[in-house]
């Protein structure tokens, strides 16, 4: 693999250039040029020296993460910033944590951006650097599981690292975009870092005289693949230093987490439950086969565990899976649900392991990836994974995948011969405590990124006990949730739309007001001024002192009344008032009239209230109504709760 420049000088040319000299390396090491004028990135010759005006940073850059164009310009961002977050098989791994930001326009100064539009952007742009969690190595490729390296590794030995990711988990492989197309007539492979946006984990363990490492790494989106990893050194009798990849066995386990595969939302109305709303659009079959073929030429055969509820509010969503799923008859994909709330309620966790007896054959015939150093030629391959969704693809799916992550270590230290048939992973209790720790950390990194809480349940997931506290702190998250999802998510979609290229601005910002202006009706917008002026005198009323004895019985009756009415206004046009992503706008979705299911259409107005129900609310719609034309696909809307 090509090595990657692993620390840059940064130098600005005037006006001109940014140019990036390698630092403590060898001389012939060739400086990166990026003109502002054309954006043309230069690979410059060997020792070029630079101009006598350029002025050097007093930061560090650990590396480009790309450039990317807004409505007044360019910038190139860069991180100045990275924590060691462990070092597995050899090779370091960094949290990116701080970052800079470059324009190339000579005239927009980041403080005081010219137009209100560019100070959005780049408002929505600092902010996904500042919440998101991006994971780098300079010689590890994190996009892949260890069995696509290993099968690739002759073929990946004289490529860059770039060339070799796995472009669904590179991350930043929109910001490079210049920097790939550049490679035409110049090798850019120094410069080019993936990064994954995601979690990592390592710990040293140590059972029976042997060294160990078991880590964790999971690319978040936009389908979530876990890569348990277990190396196992070489016993060391000698005392001689070991190399930084002397491993006698390399376990490898992958899991895959994913949506409910067809078209559904949760439309947020400032309730604490969402609509579930289920589009049954006429290409919905072949997009599920299109995912699920795709799932099992990467992968292998699928194993389908639906964690979703057999009743109440979810149950439209398992009833329409198991429908397609039966309709596709697809023969590498098995499913099977479990009920998840029923089986394991009043606590009892430990009856996950009803599931594990059911998938007892699957999981023995899609096995793990070993490696044996003694032995390469008995290589054993992962032949298939398990994809496991709940609603959201957060606490019960956190709490099984774990599950299966045990039960496949299990397996891989008696193969290794460090425990014996009899025993276990909770049979030691250091080697226990790091790997619940383990998925307890990731669960809540994973949760942070989808809902903007920690993961719930999380207190099973470190102790192996549900516990009373854990419920309490449940509480406290849901609501955290409930709060980011209404009010503060849209800006969050936004950010990530226009990070991937999902969204891309015109170099026009005054096309672009609306982004920046509030085109709600006058009296949408002063219902919350009207309610908060409404409990700041009900407030006033109560502490301030009375300066007569005149009954205040009208004066609260009033206020009372004021705030009364402004919070049933804005619970019945909640859609209103939820945060949605303005970038690319969900209209069509959150007031879709075709075929399909809907529970509820609250906070749509007083008409949408009236809605009438069919069977209770869970019987599938038989409408033809021509879907709107701008529907090309239907996203994830809201992350409930699980």
Not at 49 to 69: C, D, E, F, M, T
Not at 207 to 223: C, D, E, K, N, Y
Not at 450 to 468: H, I, M, P, Q, V
């Amino acid at each position: 693999m090509k090595p990657l420049h692993q620390r840059l000088n940064l130098y600005t040319v005037g006006d001109e250039a940014y140019a990036f000299v390698p630092s403590g390396e060898l001389l012939a090491a060739q400086s990166l040029t990026v003109h502002r004028a054309t954006g043309q990135v230069v690979l410059n010759p060997p020792q070029a020296s630079l101009p006598q005006h350029a002025r050097r940073s007093g930061k560090p850059v650990y590396g480009i993460l790309g450039i990317i164009s807004l409505a007044l310009s360019e910038y190139i961002i860069i991180i100045t910033g990275r924590e060691p977050k462990g070092r597995l098989s050899g090779h370091d791994i960094f949290r990116a944590s701080d970052f800079d930001i470059l324009p190339l326009n000579p005239n927009v100064t980041l403080p005081n951006p010219p137009h209100p539009v560019e100070a959005h952007l780049l408002a929505l742009l600092r902010s996904h650097l500042q919440s998101g969690y991006f994971l780098f190595s300079y010689s590890w490729d994190l996009t892949r599981r260890l069995q696509a390296q290993w099968e690739n590794y002759q073929a990946d030995m004289d490529k860059g690292l770039w060339e070799v990711a796995d472009d669904r988990f590179f991350w930043n492989k929109f910001l490079q975009t210049r920097f790939i197309e550049s490679t035409g007539n110049q090798d850019l492979s120094h410069y080019i870092l993936p990064v994954i946006y995601g979690t990592f984990d390592v710990r040293p363990i140590f059972i029976h005289g042997r060294h160990m490492q078991l880590a964790l790494v999971q690319p978040s989106f936009p389908v979530s693949c876990w890569d348990t990893l277990l190396f196992i050194e070489h016993q060391n009798m000698t005392g001689a230093v070991r190399a930084g990849d002397d491993f006698a066995h390399k376990f490898s386990f992958v899991q895959i987490r994913g949506s409910v595969p067809f078209y559904w939302a949760e439309v947020n109305t400032v309730r604490y439950k969402p609509d579930l709303q289920v589009m049954d659009l006429p290409d919905t079959p072949d997009a599920m086969k299109l995912h699920l073929l795709e799932q099992v030429s990467i992968y292998g055969p699928q194993t389908l565990v639906n964690l979703v509820n057999h009743k109440g509010h979810e149950k439209p969503v398992k009833d329409g899976y198991e429908r397609l799923v039966a309709q596709l008859a697809l023969p590498d994909v098995r499913y099977q649900y479990f009920d998840f709330h029923t089986e394991c309620k009043n606590m009892r966790w430990d009856r996950i392991s009803l599931l594990i007896d059911k998938l007892d054959e699957d999981l023995k015939r899609q096995g793990y990836f070993h490696l044996d150093s003694s032995n390469p030629q008995s290589t054993r391959l992962q032949s298939g994974t398990v994809r496991t969704n709940c609603m959201d693809n957060l606490d019960r799916t956190n709490v099984v995948q774990a599950t299966f992550a045990k039960h496949a270590l299990n397996k891989q230290l008696v193969e290794a011969g460090v425990l014996t048939k009899e025993q276990g992973v909770d049979d030691f209790e250091a080697l226990s405590k790091d790997f619940r720790e383990i998925w307890a950390d990731h669960a809540d990194a994973i949760a942070k990124a989808y809902a903007g809480s920690g993961a719930l349940k999380s207190d099973f997931t470190r102790t192996n006990k549900r516990t009373r506290k854990g419920l309490l702190e449940d509480g406290v998250k849901s609501t955290l949730r409930y709060l980011k999802n209404n009010f503060l998510d849209g800006a969050r979609q936004d950010a990530f739309d226009l990070f991937t290229g999902a969204w891309i601005p015109r170099r026009n910002a005054a096309s672009m007001n609306y982004l920046v202006t509030d085109s709600r009706p006058l009296v949408i917008r002063s219902a919350p001024a009207i309610a908060s002026f409404s409990l700041f005198m009900i407030c006033a009323g109560l502490t301030l002192p009375r300066t007569s004895d005149y009954s205040l019985v009208y004066y609260f009756f009033l206020w009372i009344m004021l705030l009364l009415a402004s919070t049933i206004f804005m619970v019945t046009y909640g859609i209103d008032y939820v945060s949605w992503p303005r970038l690319i706008p969900l209209t069509s979705i959150i007031y879709y009239e075709g075929p399909g299911y809907r529970s509820a259409k609250h906070g749509m107005g007083i008409q949408g209230v009236n809605v009438k129900f069919l069977d209770n609310g869970v019987k599938w719609l038989n409408k033809k109504k021509k879907l709107g034309s701008d529907v090309e696909s239907i996203p994830m809307v809201n992350k409930r709760v699980d």
